[in-house]
T-cell receptor, first 113, second 113 residues
């Protein structure tokens, strides 16, 4: 069983479109994260949710909106996609109080043309 | 603010040779330090972590790292590299159990046969 899964694995879309990436974890963790990894492999946190509540919200454009329907899911919706949004997006999860030990999903490679 | 510097963007070693990947951190108090590995097309996996106590920590896959406060360093080592160790390695720092992780820019390891 996959611990942290993301769909889709690849996403190619045009500028201006709206798209969503889904993430699910079956580890029973309370906290979930979204990271963006740019073309230079730099990994930066975007959001963190704990028990469906937003606890970290880095400087990210308002076009990005995370949604957590329950603590096992954290989806990322992106409006009005731009070329600079092209990146690999990773979802991760951790137990409460163990934010340092995160389990990562396989990533979603988003390409905006 | 916490930060991590990985001075080497790319390192190439021969299989069976020893390996040391450098990591320097900046943090005002005692940091939590981590090494993650990202295999091609995969998410990140935690190799090892340091919180306190013994400054030499052992991790998975035969890796170890040594915390040196005087040098603000947390270098990763392995005595004999295997071809399967070829991957991107990320050092990360955190201020505590519930604090976010800040990653370095990664070091790409290539292993020659």
């Amino acid at each position: 069983d996959t611990a942290v899964s993301q769909t889709p694995k690849y996403l190619v879309t045009q500028m201006g479109n709206d798209k969503s990436i889904k993430c699910e974890q079956n580890l029973g963790h309370d906290t979930m994260y979204w990271y963006k990894q740019d073309s230079k492999k730099f990994l930066k946190i975007m959001f963190s949710y704990n028990n469906k509540e937003l606890i970290i919200n880095e400087t990210v454009p308002n076009r990005f909106s995370p949604k957590s329907p329950d603590k096992a899911h954290l989806n990322l919706h992106i409006n009005s996609l731009e070329l600079g949004d092209s990146a690999v997006y990773f979802c991760a999860s951790s137990q409460e109080g163990r934010a340092y030990e995160q389990y990562f999903g396989p990533g979603t490679r988003l390409t905006v043309t | 603010a916490q930060s991590v510097t990985q001075p080497d963007i790319h390192i190439t070693v021969s299989e069976g040779a020893s390996l040391e990947l450098r990591c320097n951190y900046s943090y005002g108090a005692t940091p939590y330090l981590f090494w993650y590995v990202q295999s091609p097309g995969q998410g990140l996996q935690l190799l090892l972590k340091y919180f306190s106590g013994d400054t030499l920590v052992q991790g998975i896959k035969g890796f170890e790292a040594e915390f040196k406060r005087s040098q603000s360093s947390f270098n990763l080592r392995k005595p004999s590299v295997h071809w399967s160790d070829a991957a991107e390695y990320f050092c990360a720092v955190s201020g505590g159990s519930n604090y976010k992780l800040t990653f370095g820019k990664g070091t790409l390891l290539t292993v020659n046969p």
